[in-house]
């Protein structure tokens, strides 16, 4: 009988434990740079924080989804935005992103500093430029 209820306080205990690491590990914001206008080398400047958590839960869910390679690619120019994700625990591994805008200004290109490439679908680049600028992608 003992057996049985320590099983079942290790079980409770390891099952809070994976959510309160999972509460700890949450994004609370991503910050956002953009290449500096002019700037031929990789010169960029603070551009703005997005911390409305329902759109930082959407952008982690849209990068989540997305169909990633694993691919060291090259482009021509860099990028033009970088973007993070800032959580609450100051130990947290950060994983930066790289964004280009696509000749036809209706898809975004992302790499990721860990060698992830990815083109997103129309869709989901309007979605997440909104989030991570404030503006529409078909604006710009």
């Not at 036809?104 to 992830?116: F, P």
């Not at 083109?119 to 078909?138: N, V």
Request: with cysteine.
């Amino acid at each position: 009988m003992q057996y049985g209820k320590a099983a079942i306080i290790t079980m409770l205990l390891l099952i809070l434990g994976g959510c309160l690491r999972e509460a700890f590990l949450e994004e609370k914001r991503i910050d956002v740079l953009k290449h500096a206008d002019g700037e031929i080398d990789s010169a960029y400047e603070n551009f703005r924080e997005e911390s409305e958590s329902e759109k930082v839960k959407k952008a982690r869910e849209i990068l989540d989804e997305a169909d990633w390679e694993n691919a060291k690619v090259s482009m021509v120019r860099p990028a033009d935005y970088m973007f993070a994700f800032e959580y609450d625990n100051v130990d947290a591994k950060v994983q930066a992103y790289m964004v280009w805008i696509s000749p036809g200004n209706d898809r975004l290109e992302l790499t990721t500093d860990s060698s992830k490439y990815v083109h997103l679908p129309a869709s989901e680049s309007a979605e997440l430029y909104e989030i991570f600028t404030g503006e529409k992608l078909e604006d710009k």
